[in-house]
């Protein structure tokens, strides 16, 4: 049994870490550490959560499963934190203070404009410097510098109602996918569109990660629930409108927005995506919250503790309803808005960094 002084740490993030280095000297080499907490403290929800997040990313994430039971208790000293290890023990001593200084390492999200016009925008795509590619309501177009080239795309089918599209970037070249179509062109300008009808697969993406590619269901605006792997491996899940994924003990665990129930995270809508957090483990979940047409919205991160959504952090607002959240290649999620003064739709990158305060940046 290992018994810390007063750790010198100055949020949770930096005790946990401290405890991560003790768990290690107790682990196998060729193990990786499969992290329980319980909670027995006054530590809230999303205070559990950035513990255990930052105790995942400090320990060994490959190799075979070592389970560590972590206790969060306290006296009237302070925060007392124990693990077990098999049969061994490392304990820590938490000041008070370290609780109260946790929300300024925690993860903001930010928002920054890229792009806005009349009509519906569905995905956006930075072209490596070449422009932002701009996915529409049966168009695509290229704005480089000002100067902005627009392809239509045609269906013989009408569009569905709530209408949907991704963009996926491959090298020099992009895809456009809408209901029943799929588009292919270089990203460097003058900007083509090759464009078939097609039932092809959309992709699904966790940061740049492919976790797989699903069917959208014929004429809706969902996904039917078959999906392809990496691999090449056909699954069968329930209908769903969008998919997310999170890492736990060095472990990929899926989150989706079913179809018959779309608050899987809670109070939360259609729309989730993954994003990478810098401020511990490598992934969270980004959700919309429920609401009408005609109602303001706002997206929340969250993380996923034994089962469970943990809010994380505060929600970032927007100006009417989000009618898309995507990955967006590079980092972050493309978020898009439609301003329920103006009726103008408005993309913008949404990612999150250490901090406390939120800070919208103005459009470059």
């Given at each position: 049994?290992?018994?810390?002084?007063?750790?010198?740490?100055?949020?949770?993030?930096?005790?946990?870490?401290?405890?991560?280095?003790?768990?290690?000297?107790?682990?196998?080499?060729?193990?990786?550490?499969?992290?329980?907490?319980?909670?027995?403290?006054?530590?809230?929800?999303?205070?559990?959560?950035?513990?255990?997040?930052?105790?995942?990313?400090a320990l060994p994430r490959q190799g075979t499963p070592a389970e560590v039971r972590v206790t969060l208790s306290e006296n009237r000293q302070g925060l007392l934190w124990v693990a077990e290890i098999g049969q061994q023990v490392a304990m820590l001593k938490v000041p008070r203070t370290a609780a109260s200084n946790a929300a300024a390492a925690g993860p903001?999200?930010?928002?920054?404009?890229?792009?806005?016009?009349?009509?519906?925008?569905?995905?956006?795509?930075?072209?490596?410097?070449?422009?932002?590619?701009?996915?529409g309501a049966g168009e695509v177009s290229l704005d480089r510098e000002g100067k902005r080239e627009t392809v239509r795309i045609n269906s013989s089918r009408?569009?569905?109602?709530?209408?949907?599209?991704?963009?996926?970037l491959e090298g020099g070249s992009f895809?456009?996918?809408?209901?029943?179509?799929?588009?292919?062109?270089?990203?460097?300008?003058?900007?083509?569109?090759?464009?078939?009808?097609?039932?092809e697969p959309w992709p699904l993406y966790a940061g740049n990660t492919l976790l797989g590619r699903a069917h959208l269901?014929?004429?809706?605006?969902?996904?039917?629930?078959?999906?392809?792997?990496?691999?090449?491996?056909?699954?069968?899940?329930?209908?769903?409108f969008s998919a997310a994924a999170i890492e736990q003990n060095g472990e990929t665990a899926w989150i989706l927005a079913p179809v018959d129930s779309p608050g899987t995270l809670g109070a939360v809508g259609g729309d989730i995506a993954s994003i990478e957090n810098p401020c511990g483990a490598r992934w969270l979940a980004l959700a919309t919250r429920p609401g009408d047409a005609d109602e303001a919205d706002g997206v929340q991160a969250y993380d996923v503790v034994e089962g469970r959504p943990v809010a994380v952090?505060?929600?970032?607002?927007?100006?009417?309803?989000?009618?898309?959240?995507?990955?967006?290649t590079g980092g972050g999620a493309v978020a898009v808005a439609r301003d329920l003064q103006t009726g103008r739709y408005a993309a913008y990158r949404v990612a999150l960094?250490?901090?406390?305060?939120?800070?919208?940046?103005?459009?470059?």
């Open positions: 049994m290992l018994v810390a002084g007063l750790s010198r740490a100055q949020n949770l993030a930096d005790a946990a870490r401290e405890l991560a280095a003790k768990i290690a000297l107790r682990i196998e080499s060729g193990e990786r550490a499969a992290v329980v907490v319980r909670n027995l403290s006054s530590l809230g929800p999303a205070e559990v959560a950035e513990v255990r997040r930052a105790l995942e990313a903001v999200i930010d928002k920054r404009l890229l792009w806005e016009q009349d009509s519906s925008i569905l995905d956006v795509a930075p072209a490596d410097g070449l422009g932002l590619l701009v996915l009408p569009w569905p109602r709530d209408l949907r599209g991704r963009l996926e895809r456009a996918y809408l209901p029943g179509i799929v588009c292919r062109g270089p990203t460097s300008p003058p900007l083509r569109a090759d464009c078939r009808e097609s039932d269901a014929a004429g809706r605006n969902y996904f039917d629930g078959r999906v392809v792997t990496p691999s090449g491996t056909s699954r069968k899940l329930a209908p769903f952090g505060q929600p970032v607002e927007f100006p009417g309803p989000v009618t898309a959240l995507w990955p967006m960094r250490c901090g406390s305060r939120q800070v919208s940046e103005p459009q470059p």
